[in-house]
């Protein structure tokens, strides 16, 4: 074969390997090209808030969690996670405190939500927070305000030295599944003493002598820190010291006329009020004189009145009257510088009244004597 033929044939056998190498290539193109494209997977939702996992190991000593009894191996409830329970006194002085928390959280078993998650203090529920159909829920500290409020108490007051009361917790959640979760602890407050404001002292400003009368004295505000001391000093009296609340009462008495002073101190552990207030004791006026009256005659049946009075006007009262009349009960009455009683007799005859009249300091007795007479028929004459 000549040498061109050869490479004529050579030529062709390459164009023809070739041709079939680019029918594999489209072919292959065309198959991957008439398939259905893989889905596009679905991008994942972003959480708003991703909290915090709380494994078992790292829940509080006072926490629970219920598991389904007949799936012990079903997901639970998460642990509640409460961190840094804490009291605090912003405004020292007013006993006022405050419990919270840098934040509440729990997360439902899976396919369940949370209900419910509650705060109970002392025994006392003073928070709920609602779920919405919500696998976890999660509560920011801020969104407590300033906290829950609670009375401080004084240094000492709770089982540590030096601190506060001290207040028992418990923050319960619960989901759809049935299934619950709960942490116990307590905080400790710090101290705080509440100083006294105001102090009153109250009582007669006159009296009389060898009657009893009373004086209070009264401390403020109502939030002031008890135990409240009173101190009382009265004249002619010892000194008199009471341990009490926030109000205190004392009687004294005097035998002698003049003015007399009553000085209370009041104080608490941080404060200290003196109050005084002089009383005039008065002394007793004896009755000078005393006076009935009333009729002198009268008819059986009729109603008559008979009254007494004393003097002088500034005679100590009260007085009393003791009236004994003919036919009648004795009668007392204790009134001002007069009385009036009134009686009646259906006999004829004398009667008499007697009233006797006291003070604290005297006594006089005065009668009175009333003719019954009986009523006179008239005929008239009649000429023969």
Same mark, same amino acid.
């Given at each position: 074969m000549s040498r061109f033929w050869r490479i004529s044939l050579l030529g062709l056998v390459s164009l023809l390997g070739l041709a079939f190498a680019w029918g594999a290539v489209r072919a292959a193109g065309y198959a991957r090209s008439s398939a259905p494209p893989p889905p596009t997977p679905a991008p994942s939702p972003t959480a708003l808030f991703n909290p915090p996992e709380v494994s078992p190991a790292d829940a509080a000593p006072g926490s629970e969690r219920q598991r389904d009894p007949t799936h012990p191996d079903a997901p639970a409830i998460s642990f509640i996670d409460s961190p840094d329970a804490t009291c605090y006194l912003p405004r020292p002085g007013t006993n006022?405190?405050?419990?919270?928390?840098?934040?509440?959280?729990?997360?439902?078993?899976?396919?369940?939500?949370?209900?419910?998650?509650?705060?109970?203090?002392?025994?006392?529920?003073?928070?709920?927070f609602s779920g919405f159909f919500q696998n976890s829920m999660y509560i920011p500290g801020d969104m407590l305000g300033k906290g829950f409020r609670v009375a401080c108490g004084t240094p000492g007051s709770g089982s540590l030295p030096?601190?506060?009361?001290?207040?028992?917790y418990t923050i319960r959640a619960r989901e759809t599944g049935g299934l619950s979760a709960a942490n116990y602890?307590? =905080? @400790?407050?710090?101290?705080?003493?509440? %100083? /006294? *404001?105001?102090?009153?002292?109250t009582g007669p400003a006159s009296g009389s002598?060898?009657?009893?009368?009373?004086?209070?004295a009264s401390a403020f505000p109502v939030t002031a820190t008890l135990p409240v001391t009173y101190v009382w000093?009265?004249?002619?009296?010892?000194?008199?010291?009471?341990?009490?609340?926030?109000?205190?009462?004392?009687?004294?008495?005097?035998?002698?006329?003049?003015?007399?002073?009553?000085? =209370? @101190?009041?104080?608490?552990?941080?404060? %200290? /009020? *003196?109050?005084?207030?002089?009383?005039?004791?008065v002394p007793y006026v004896p009755l000078a004189d005393a006076i009935l009256t009333g009729p002198t005659s009268g008819k059986p049946y009729l109603a008559y009145a008979?009254?007494?009075?004393?003097?002088?006007?500034?005679?100590?009262?009260?007085?009393?009257?003791?009236?004994?009349?003919?036919?009648?009960p004795t009668i007392t009455q204790t009134v001002g510088l007069s009385d009036t009683q009134t009686f009646s007799w259906a006999t004829n005859g004398s009667k008499v009244v007697t009233v006797t009249v006291s003070n604290l300091v005297s006594s006089l007795v005065r009668k009175l004597e009333i003719l019954i007479e009986p009523?006179?028929?008239?005929?008239?004459?009649?000429?023969k």
């Open positions: 006022d405190c405050y419990i919270t928390w840098r934040y509440l959280n729990v997360a439902a078993a899976a396919s369940q939500y949370i209900i419910s998650m509650t705060v109970n203090i002392s025994n006392q529920n003073r928070a709920y030096g601190y506060g009361r001290q207040y028992p602890g307590s =905080v @400790t407050c710090p101290g705080d003493y509440v %100083s /006294l *404001v105001d102090a009153a002292l002598p060898n009657l009893d009368y009373d004086f209070t000093q009265a004249s002619g009296y010892p000194t008199i010291t009471q341990t009490a609340g926030l109000s205190n009462t004392q009687s004294f008495n005097w035998t002698l006329s003049g003015t007399q002073e009553v000085t =209370v @101190t009041v104080s608490n552990p941080v404060s %200290s /009020l *003196v109050r005084s207030l002089n009383v005039i004791i008979f009254t007494a009075s004393v003097t002088p006007l500034t005679a100590t009262l009260p007085v009393t009257y003791v009236w004994q009349a003919s036919g009648y009523y006179r028929i008239y005929f008239p004459l009649q000429e």
